[in-house]
């Protein structure tokens, strides 16, 4: 299957899953690249401290992107505005989770990538434009960038 990296997040959104001991948390993203890194396929997302799945982000080395057909947008966006803290929100959709190989994934996904983290960082303010932090930083703290080498491309 082939996705336009341009596009991919931004227009189609995608779910970004960690774990944390025996449990899991997702949470629908719009931001994220593609690319090449220390000549490594990578993957890098953007989660704010202040998300419910920033603490799963920390808590495991590994982590997973998993990319939607349109019939499934709703759901997205239910994930994307409710806290897994708050409720099971995976039940309140479609989708059905399942266990891989040092991550998670799910059997509607049309592509999942499995991603091991090899570098993080928080976004500087000083380094944002004034109208960015504006519209993303005024109550909360920047978000922090996870890039992950690429393991698998499950299909």
Same mark, same amino acid.
């Given at each position: ?57 920390? *808590?495991? /080395? ?6 939607? /057909?349109? *019939? ?36 509607? *996904? ?46």
């Amino acid at each position: 299957m082939i996705i336009d990296p341009l596009k991919v997040f931004l227009k189609d959104w995608a779910l970004l899953t960690a774990r944390k001991d025996d449990k899991f948390n997702t949470m629908t993203i719009g931001w994220g690249e593609l690319g090449t890194l220390w000549n490594k396929d990578v993957i890098t997302v953007y989660v704010k401290p202040c998300r419910y799945t920033y603490e799963f982000m920390e *808590a495991d /080395d590994y982590f997973t992107v998993s990319f939607f /057909d349109e *019939a499934y947008r709703k759901d997205l966006s239910y994930l994307g505005s409710h806290s897994g803290k708050d409720e099971d929100k995976l039940a309140r959709t479609k989708l059905n989770a399942y266990a891989i190989e040092n991550g998670i994934a799910y059997k509607e *996904a049309k592509l999942t990538i499995l991603a091991k983290k090899i570098y993080h960082a928080d976004l500087c303010l000083d380094n944002i434009p004034k109208e960015m932090i504006q519209r993303y930083y005024q109550n909360e703290a920047p978000h922090r960038l996870y890039t992950g080498e690429i393991i698998r491309i499950y299909e």
